[in-house]
């Protein structure tokens, strides 16, 4: 069953099975999805975890996902949040997720967010859902007072960093991303 109610000269519907909503105006109708964006729930870790490994797939990384929905139950959701999650859908499917955590500049002197993913489905990509997301944590560092909002992009995915540019993000060209695995961190800790 429909829901419709007249506003301002509209007739708008909403249907239960999901919030796509329906504007009839002088006898067109026209469909418009509607995205949400939520913070995710304890109970979307499975959501969460098969977003990471669409994400690994399309970065050609898939071999190297070792995470579990455990892992991320624990620790997304435990005692101490190492991160948080935000969840995109489209007319009531997920289609996307922003993975983020505080990091802090020192140059700044204040905290700020770092982006660790940005995936939203190939079949949805073009109708806002990153834009949307990026809004929200948007709107999250800002009402955090973060000082930066920071993430790394594949220089090959020209499609996102065009997106990236398009809402005004600056490449930090002459910075090298470092990193030690698990390996690197045991041998470097073993140190004197």
């Known amino acids: 069953m ?6 301002n000269g509209l007739v708008v519907g909403s249907n239960p099975a999901g919030p796509t909503i329906f504007i009839v105006y002088r006898g067109f109708m026209e469909q418009q999805s509607a995205i949400i964006v939520r913070p995710a729930a304890q109970s979307d870790a499975g959501l969460i975890l098969t977003f990471i490994k669409e994400l690994a797939a399309y970065e050609k990384l898939a071999h190297e996902v070792i995470a579990t929905e455990e892992d991320l139950r624990e620790e997304l ?3 101490r ?12 499917v997920p289609q996307g997720i922003a993975l983020f ?3 802090f500049s020192t140059f700044v002197g204040r905290r700020g967010i770092y982006l660790e993913d940005l995936y939203v489905r190939p079949e949805a990509r073009g109708r806002g859902i990153g ?12 009402a ?6 920071e993430w790394a992009v594949l220089d ?4 996102a960093i065009r997106f990236y540019q398009s809402i005004g993000a600056e490449a930090m060209d002459g910075w090298t991303v470092n990193r030690l695995n698990r390996e690197g961190i045991s041998r470097l800790a073993a140190e004197k």
């Open 81 to 92: 949040p190492s991160a948080e999650v935000l969840l995109a859908y489209d007319s009531g």
């Open 101 to 103: 955590f505080h990091n």
């Open 131 to 142: 834009k949307k997301l990026l809004v929200e944590l948007a709107k999250t560092a800002k």
């Open 2 to 7: 429909v829901e419709r109610t007249a506003h």
């Open 77 to 79: 959701f435990g005692d």
């Open 156 to 159: 090959w995915n020209e499609p």
């Open 144 to 149: 955090r007072d973060c000082g930066r909002l």
